[in-house]
């Protein structure tokens, strides 16, 4: 067996030979693709909802307040920012 095989047989002891041909747009991505973006953006998500976790207040200091009350949270410029970021890349933006 040679050193690099590629498990293609030769016809009648001639090499085969291969054509690549450029296409104007990718198909449509494989499953397995898709299914790793949806793991990294699953990811990115969860750093958001941590993110936005850290800045709210604690569950003991509205566990008596009404279900409808406003919640307020304050962010830095830096957090806005890396929110932002963390939904366009979420979104595909």
Not at 54 to 72: C, F, G, K, N, Y
């Amino acid at each position: 067996m040679p050193l690099l095989y590629d498990d293609y047989e030769e016809l009648d002891g001639q090499a085969l030979s291969f054509d690549a041909t450029g296409v104007t747009a990718w198909p449509a991505a494989d499953v397995s693709v898709r299914a790793v973006r949806l793991h990294a953006a699953a990811h990115q998500l969860l750093a958001f909802a941590r993110l936005v976790d850290e800045r709210l207040p604690q569950a003991a200091a509205i566990e008596t307040w009404h279900p409808e009350a406003l919640v307020s949270m304050t962010l830095t410029a830096g957090q806005v920012r890396e929110l932002r970021a963390l939904l366009g890349t979420l979104t595909g933006r």
